[in-house]
Structure formats: C-alpha cells, structure tokens
Nanobody, 126 residues
C-alpha cells in the first residue's frame, strides 16, 4: 500500500501561483510513477501532469503546458506541482496518484493509477 497526502491547495488570484505537494509513505517512493489529476464536479478525472520514477520523463495536459511544472524529490518521497499563471478555469480539486513502474514512460489514464490521495481544493479568483 502507498499512502498519499496532498497539501498546498488554497485560494489564488488569476495570474498567481500555487505549489502543491504530495507526500508518499508505505513503499519505496522511487518505485512509482506519479501523476496529478483534477476533477470538476460531474466530470471525469483528467490528467494534469505525470512524472516517471526517475523524474526523467514528464507529461503535461495541453491546457497546462508552459504554466505548470511537475517535479519529484525521491529522497523526500514527495512530488510537487508548481502552478503559475493560474486561470479561473484551473479551479477544482487536485489529486495526487501513483502506480508501480520502472519504465521510462508515464501514463495519462486515471485507470492506470493504483493509489490516490484525498484531494486538495484549488480556487482561482478572477
């Protein structure tokens, strides 16, 4: 089992920044690829960004490319999502997720992820 706990959500103004953190415990962190997803009410959970176990491979949804950056610190068992140039449409709940992988690739589908955090709310005011 892998336990994931997100933090760092909150309120920001449009054009501002927030940094989300996801602390993992329970298994060796660098055995897992990590992802950030978001889900608006009544909609599917969509990929925001993902990062391979080594950090060498990243993936971004088109809607966040150039604004968000995913990174990880395996020594701290933590993955981060730096969110800059925030827009009101970024408002929703953000989830951290993990799946076991030593591949130099990442997956974008929510169904590929085995472990999920509880979510953290991000609200961007216009």
């Amino acid at each position: 089992q892998v336990q994931l706990v997100e933090s760092g959500g909150g309120l920001a103004q449009a054009g501002g920044s927030l940094r989300l953190s996801c602390a993992a415990s329970g298994r060796t962190f660098d055995n897992y690829a990590m992802g950030w997803f978001r889900q608006a009410p009544g909609k599917e959970r969509d990929i925001v960004a993902a990062i391979s176990w080594s950090g060498g491979i990243t993936y971004y949804a088109d809607s966040v490319k150039g604004r968000f950056t995913i990174s990880r610190d395996n020594a701290k068992s933590t993955v981060y999502l730096q969110m800059n140039s925030l827009k009101p449409e970024d408002t929703t709940v953000y989830y951290c997720a993990a799946y076991y992988s030593y591949r130099h690739s990442v997956k974008a589908a929510a169904g590929a992820y085995d472990y999920w955090g509880q979510g953290t709310q991000v609200t961007v005011s216009s």
